[in-house]
């Protein structure tokens, strides 16, 4: 495995990659790696000749100074942790690499970036928009691989690929949980052996009213349980809870089983912002 810093690097490599016709499979990250993240590389590394791995906290997409400084960075056992799952390169570029100079671009992804993720975390998108545009340009992948959990930033993501004509695939992999169903993702190594308990809520919370919406509930009725099982508990913050269509995120207020739906929920335990979201119907 090998691991590059520069643009200079990679550059040779791409070449004689292209040159052999052969496939590039890219696995974009903040680091702080999870089973999950080994998800979308062992993907990655059944699927195509080449597996890259980029690893970058990309400043632009935090729109809370403190969520940054915070973020968790684990780069020696995240390199081992690939080394071992068979990636053959990390991309590991310093801020100024990525960003030489101020960038002034907006994207506007439409109805996207005014809902959920979008209205909670203003200029997130721009900023996941900015870096994975700057990543696709420079790794020129032949399919790029994302997760499940972060379903707004595919459905992001993917307007982007469409819009912008990126020539490459998008390969969407399931979200992983841990034994007791809480959704892996980098943040939760901020969370105590409390707030780890606390955070249950969320998975239970989206299971309980997949399975009451399916048995006929109406939705109103399971959003005010949600909304009092939050205020009901310690320590913990609902932000949203929502019943969408999982790739235009439309946001119903009342439940048909007419088309494609999600549930998306986003809260704190304790300072930790978390997201998640279950298939109702697929
Ligand atoms: O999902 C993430 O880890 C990040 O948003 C991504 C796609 C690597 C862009 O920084």
């Given at each position: 495995m090998k691991v590059i810093h520069t643009e200079a690097e990679w550059k040779p490599i791409w070449s004689s990659i292209f040159k052999e016709g052969k496939q590039l499979g890219f696995v974009p990250t903040m680091g702080a790696l999870h089973q999950g993240h080994l998800d979308l590389v062992a993907k990655s590394t059944a699927s195509m000749d080449y597996t890259v791995v980029s690893i970058f906290v990309n400043p632009?997409?935090?729109?809370?100074s403190e969520d940054f400084q915070n973020y968790p960075q684990t780069l020696e056992a995240d390199l081992a942790q690939l080394e071992a799952a068979g990636a053959d390169f990390v991309f590991v570029p310093s801020v100024a690499t990525l960003y030489p100079h101020p960038t002034h671009l907006r994207f506007d992804f439409g109805d996207l970036e005014h809902v959920l993720e979008g209205a909670f975390r203003p200029g997130h998108f721009n900023g996941v928009g900015l870096v994975v545009s700057k990543l696709f340009h420079l790794i020129q992948p032949s399919r790029a691989f994302f997760g499940q959990k972060d379903l707004q930033q595919v459905a992001v993501i993917k307007r982007l690929v469409q819009d912008l004509s990126f020539d490459l695939s998008i390969e969407v992999v399931p979200t992983r949980r841990e034994k007791d169903g809480l959704a892996m993702s980098s943040?939760?190594?901020?969370?105590n052996p409390e707030e780890r308990i606390q955070a249950l809520l969320l998975y239970s919370c989206l299971t309980q009213a997949k399975e009451r919406l399916l048995a006929g509930e109406p939705w109103t009725t399971v959003l005010a349980d949600t909304q009092k099982a939050f205020s009901n508990a310690a320590n913990t913050k609902l932000e949203y809870f929502a019943l969408l269509h999982?790739?235009?995120?439309?946001?119903?207020d009342t439940f048909t089983q007419a088309g494609a739906r999600s549930l998306c929920i986003a809260a704190y335990v304790g300072p930790v912002r978390l997201i998640d979201n279950l298939p109702i119907i697929p």
């Open positions: 632009t997409q935090f729109n809370s943040r939760n190594m901020r969370l999982p790739e235009t995120f439309e946001i119903f």
